[in-house]
C-alpha cells in the first residue's frame, strides 16, 4: 500500500469522526427549539423506514419497482418481532436468523 492510498484512507476516517462527532459537540452547548426538538424526534423513524423500503424493492432503469421476495420474507418475522418485543436488538436477531434460513432453503 502506498503513502497516498494510506493518507486517503486515514483522511476519510477523520473526515467521518469529525462529521459524526461535532453535530454533538454543538448541540451539547445550544438549547434548541422544541419545535426542532419534535422534529428531531422523527429522524431515527424516517430513517429506518427508508432503509427497510430500500431494500424490500428493486429499482431497474425504465420498468416499475420489483420486490426482493427474499427480503420481503424476512421482513415479516422482524416486523412481528419489533411489535412484540419493541427492541431493536431483538428485532435485528430475528431478521438475520429470518434471512439466513432463507437463503439456506434457498426460498423466494
Known sequence: MNLYIFLTIVVCGIV??????????LVKRFELPALVIKFLSFMPITIMTALMFENLLVA????????????????????????????????????????????YFNFG
Not at 77 to 91: F, H, Q
Request: aromatic letters at 6%.
Open 16 to 25: 467521518t469522526i469529525l462529521s459524526r462527532v461535532v453535530p454533538f459537540l
Open 60 to 103: 431497474k432503469t425504465g420498468h416499475l419497482p420489483l420486490f426482493d421476495w427474499q427480503n420481503v420474507l424476512a421482513t415479516i418475522p422482524a416486523v412481528i418481532a419489533a411489535i412484540i418485543s419493541k427492541s431493536l436488538l431483538i428485532v435485528v436477531v430475528v431478521g438475520i436468523i429470518a434471512m439466513a434460513v432463507i437463503r
